[in-house]
């Protein structure tokens, strides 16, 4: 199948053509089968076709396949906010608007805060991903491919160490950072809000330190300036818990959410504190697709399946089988095996050089080996020499014990 149509600007990871899949599991257009370790990069908490899933968006195409909320409202847009709010744990009143992803987002939750302060400046992170549109793009914290030959970002923009035990940035080492940017690169006046992950998905699942997280809460409230987690890769129990912001222990003024919302069906949302959604005036926010009814009807249907109890168990079951693995392997002492990053079912395999240093060949290595055994593996990190761990969160035990072998099978061949 002919592929020149298609820009050879976009990167593919794993140079094959999938027919279809369920949970776990996917087939490529040859019949070969393959364990999902990707999820869609993140999308397919559920896996693929979840039942509930496919019945809702089913259902929902015999009724109304679209219509723009902002002409006029549709009752699975208006159900799906109330669930999403209610699902959202914080003790403020919540509200919120759908997008057509976690970029728009994004987007959207830089027009809320330049409204609500009446600032532009932004603080993000070293090695954060919040999307590919021009303005998502200056929050990333690396420029390589992302920002690449595309001229002048929208700004301004500022960057921080990203303070984690798993890259070994510590909370003094990042407030520090914080204290000269405000001493030589900005006032801090001027500052809308901090943008920050939880735990960095295309950084390579670095969970941000409690310590600064709370510093960072501390501060955004002396100084009247907003806090925006991204849990579009975090979120939706990812973690074992519903987002990663609770276990730090903080709550964020926004949300940016997306990926696993609708089971793989394209949505994204902002929510957060009422009184920043509401600021912007009449027709601020909106958009053709945002919302659309069959998106929302997979939404509902995830949120069915995502109770407390489910994600606690999922995420515990996926933790303690990938933890046990690597301290085997590390036991083992399996080549180029660096440190084991992430937290619950969000989780990182480093691969490194005798000396620490990354080791991105053999990741590259490590994709092809995998890819032939039947395992599809995603890359991250700096140096893309972090594998993500994104396998649903509903896979079977076998099916994920099967994928562990295959990885320990061709981590044990890695040269």
Sequence with gaps: MSRETISQSISIVHPISLSHGKNAEVWDTAGKRYIDFVGGIGVLNLGHCHPGVVAAIVQQATKLTHYAFNAVPHAPYIELMGRLTAFIPVDYPVSG????????????????????????????????????????????????????????????????????????????EALKAMDRLFSVEIDVEDVACFIIEPVQGEGGFLVLDIEFAHALRRFCDEKNILLIADEIQSGFGRTGQRFAFSRLGIEPDLILLGKSIAGGVPLGAVVGRKALLDNLPKGGLGGTYSGNPIACAAALATLEAMTDEHLQTWGSQQEEAIVSRYEQWRAQGVPYLGRLTGVGAMRGIELANADGSPAPKQLSQLLSLARDAGLLLMPSGKSRHIIRLLAPLTIEPAVLEEGLDMLEACLKQLT
């Design 97 to 172: 608007m759908l997008t057509n992803s976690g970029a728009e987002a994004a987007e959207n939750a830089l027009k809320i805060v330049r409204g609500a302060t009446g600032r532009t400046a932004v603080i993000a992170f070293d090695g954060a991903f919040h999307g590919r549109t021009l303005a998502t793009l200056n929050l990333n914290g690396k420029v390589a491919p992302y920002k690449q030959k595309v001229g002048v970002l929208p700004g301004p923009v500022y960057h921080l160490p990203y303070p984690s035990a798993d890259n070994g940035v510590t909370c003094a």
